[in-house]
């Protein structure tokens, strides 16, 4: 179920907790938990629906602007049934602890084995190790990038480093990956520790701002929330690729932090 990055903040904060999909069968169930993003996102309840049930209540609970908005959104594939899906934030992503989780010398026994058994069932032969490989060297590089390096279709490629990333041994950036803690001692394990530029201190700037303002931020030079609220909302606005959106997000992301963005002053 694809939720967009406005949306999913908006669950986090409790502002949106429904969603309405026209879908020809369920796709999710009561008890289904998303990683998102933001979180985790439950479904606590999934009921099929007439469109002509549908309230203004129900639209400002779904983040529309109004119903006849949510009614227009619902118009494509009008053959198919509209489903209402009750949702809420679950709590943080546990592969987040997972990843700072270095693991022992019987765990690590374990997660080797595991990659062995992926490698094993691969119609692409071995590749756990070299994907590995890659990201180590090559953090916060697009994922199309470094599929095409080692000779593979980007979605399928991604598709493993999500097997990766269950483990704790990856983690998303908004763009690119990075090896997580655990994952380096996975790859590192039986000969000598790689030389590694010192991991990045700070809060990451979020994903949910998109590729092109994480880009504009990067070049220049910002790369965590901190850094972000050294600038002022007008810097931060003039920055091409910077829009709206991203400004709200990295409001959202500071304020949880108890800060906000400054105007410049005068």
Do not use: C, N
């Not at 990055?5 to 938990?33: M, S």
């Not at 993003?37 to 999934?46: H, L, R, S």
């Not at 070299?130 to 090559?138: E, F, Q, W």
């Not at 000598?192 to 994903?207: F, K, Y």
Request: proline share 6%.
């Amino acid at each position: 179920m694809m939720i967009r990055p406005a949306e999913l903040a908006a669950i986090k904060k409790g502002e949106i907790d429904l969603a309405f999909r026209r879908w020809d069968r369920p796709r999710v169930k009561v008890g289904t938990r998303m990683r998102t993003a933001v979180g985790v996102v439950e479904v606590t309840d999934v009921q099929q629906v007439t469109l002509s049930s549908l309230r203004a209540e129900d639209a400002r609970r779904a983040g529309a602007s109004s119903l006849s908005a949510l009614k227009e959104g619902l118009s494509a594939k009008a053959d198919r049934p509209v489903f209402r899906v009750q949702l809420r934030y679950a709590g943080a992503d546990p592969r987040e602890a997972l990843r700072e989780k270095v693991p022992d010398e019987a765990e690590i026994g374990e997660i080797l084995a595991w990659l062995d058994r992926l490698d094993a069932a691969s119609k692409h032969g071995p590749w756990t190790r070299a994907t590995l490989a890659i990201i180590d060297r090559s953090p916060e590089v697009r994922a199309p990038e470094l599929a095409a390096e080692l000779g593979r279709e980007t979605l399928e490629w991604k598709a493993d480093v999500r097997k990766l990333k269950e483990k704790g041994l990856t983690e998303s950036l908004a763009i690119g990956y990075r090896l997580s803690p655990r994952g380096e001692a996975v790859l590192d394990h039986g000969g000598p520790r790689r030389e590694r530029a010192p991991r990045p201190t700070g809060t990451p700037l979020p994903r949910t701002i998109g590729a092109p303002a994480t880009r504009a931020l990067r070049a220049q030079g910002v790369t965590t929330l901190e850094q972000v609220g050294q600038w002022s909302l007008e810097d931060l606005r003039a920055l091409h690729g910077v829009g709206p959106v991203a400004i709200q997000r990295l409001e959202e992301a500071l304020a949880e932090r108890g800060h906000g963005i400054p105007h410049r002053t005068r």
